[in-house]
Nanobody, 116 residues
């Protein structure tokens, strides 16, 4: 059974940091491109970062470039999103995603709230 389970969300003050993890099971992460998305209340889901299966290509959205870092540990079947210099506008539910041809898997989401 395919599972993606996010963790690491929570409440943080502006300027703070959080590290999101996404533990996967039921498939081999090595062969998948991975990504992180977020959805704020009243807004569409936004793709913020992704990395190709061989780590040859990495993408960051303009809103997070220079502050967030995506990474993967295939041996642990886990992906990460390091978030630094957090801003109130980063408040959203964050989702991890794993994709390859004919396959598209999503986690259940974890809430990140940036507020003083």
């Amino acid at each position: 059974q395919v599972q993606l389970v996010e963790s690491g969300g929570g409440l943080v003050q502006p300027g703070g940091s959080l590290r999101l993890s996404c533990a996967t099971s039921g498939f081999t992460l090595d062969y998948y491109a991975i990504g992180w998305f977020r959805q704020a209340p009243g807004k569409e889901r936004e793709g913020i970062s992704c990395i190709s299966f061989n780590e040859g290509t990495t993408y960051y959205g303009d809103s997070v470039k220079g502050r967030f870092t995506i990474s993967r540990d295939n041996a642990k079947n886990t992906m990460y999103l390091q978030m630094n210099s957090l801003k109130p506008e980063d408040t959203a539910v964050y989702y991890c995603n794993a994709q390859r041809i004919w396959r598209d898997y999503w986690g259940q989401g974890t809430q990140v709230t940036v507020s003083s």
